[in-house]
């Protein structure tokens, strides 16, 4: 004859709640346990609701706001030395046109300093640049007047400048523009952050509950208690509204990241094309012997589309927006064809033809790399545009999908502890 296996005794926390001189007394201490995990489980939806809310807020506004000023301020910047120095290579009669470029770009790039100074007190970066750029500004008039005069000192004093530019004040802005793009995915981290706190609260005490429903049933031989019931039911509800939240909020998100990469490859890819520019005027100020050679143009050209033409940070500027592609593929058509413009003026000038090598730069002639360059950087800028209209929309849509998360899921659980509290409250006045 075969021996049936004793059962297994229940749990510690099982016995003592089950434990008491009255059934009444251990149905209380159980309600007591569940509208207190209830309570908790609220409490911590509440927390995380509105840590993960602001997350999302901060990457959509502050962030995202002080990220593209960076990047504004280092393009300014970069824009006003390339307009500079086709200004200088222009002779003494600068086109009205250039100049007033620089000129905005230097009021632009000013502006964008003292935002981030009122929103970045005591930031090292924002010192830096707002300490040399006065100096260099004072270079480039000094550079300026001396080649309205004819004076050939003046290409000192515009290579003192670039250099000051590229060596101190845009490695300042792009440092300025690290620390914005390491803050805005700090924020996409926590707005990303899997709610483990949350998600464990929410199943231990519907586990808690669906168990002591069954016991309860089986005691009686009754029906499940409608209160219980209802708190089962309210917490799978706050289960669910958290995991669609935060699934869809995160899929919003990593397309957001994914626009935020494509504007900062962008952003580079512009600054590189500035830089690439003030190198083709710079050489021709020197005449090649002095202090720029096209190297420079090279490199510049190089980090936009790498040293295959295919790769670089074009290469990286595809962020999945409305006709993205087809944007980098005519970024790379615009790029080939303003090398081959730079050629021409590279045969001009080593030809003796300085004067139609420097009208080739400095003018918007059609095929000369002046004009070539002009289209780059405005299909540059239609796309960073783009790229950044499609960001704010994925991390509006991101922010759309927490709406209610903080209120939805605590009221929920509140709701659940009202269900508990009513549904063993019964049983226990019924027991008395």
Known sequence: MSVDAPPRPAPAWRRSLGSGSTTPERLFRVA????????????????????????????????????????????SLADADAMATSGYVSGGREPIAVRTRYDDDIARATGRLVDAAGRLPGSIPVATVAAQLPVYAGLV???????REGLPLGQAFLGSASELMRGTILPAAEELRRQQAAELAGAYERGVAIPFAVGALLL??????????????????????????????????????????VGTANSRLATAQRHSDAVTALDGARTAVLQARSAESLTLVARSAGFASDDDFTAGIVAVVG???????????????????????????????????????RELDDGGRYA???????????????????RLDAAL???????????????????????????GPALLALMAAAGVAVGLGQRIGEDR
């Not at 790769?311 to 080939?336: I, Q």
Request: overall charge negative; charged content about 20%.
């Open 307 to 345: 040293a295959d033409g295919a790769s670089g940070l074009l290469g990286r500027a595809d962020g999945g927006a409305p006709g993205s592609a087809d944007r980098v593929t005519a970024l790379r058509v615009a790029v080939g064809e303003w090398q081959a413009a730079h050629r021409q003026v």
């Open 32 to 75: 007591i346990v569940l509208v207190v995990g209830c309570l908790a489980t609220a409490l911590v939806s509440v927390l995380a609701g509105m840590q993960r809310t602001a997350s999302v807020e901060e990457a959509q506004t502050r962030i995202a706001a002080l990220t593209a000023d960076s990047a504004e301020l280092y393009r």
């Open 204 to 245: 231990a005490t519907l586990v808690a509950v669906v168990d002591v429903s069954l016991r309860e049933r089986r005691r009686t031989h009754r029906i499940v208690s409608v209160g219980l019931l209802t708190a089962a039911v309210a917490l799978v509800a706050a289960l669910v509204w958290w995991v669609a939240a």
């Open 356 to 374: 139609d090598a420097v009208a080739s730069v400095v003018t918007s002639e059609p095929g000369g790399s002046g004009a070539a360059f002009e």
């Open 141 to 147: 008039e000094t550079a300026r007047t001396l080649n």
């Open 381 to 407: 800028g239609e796309a960073i545009d783009e790229e950044r209209a499609a960001f704010t929309d994925a991390t509006g849509s991101a922010a759309s999908a927490l709406t209610g998360l903080v209120a």
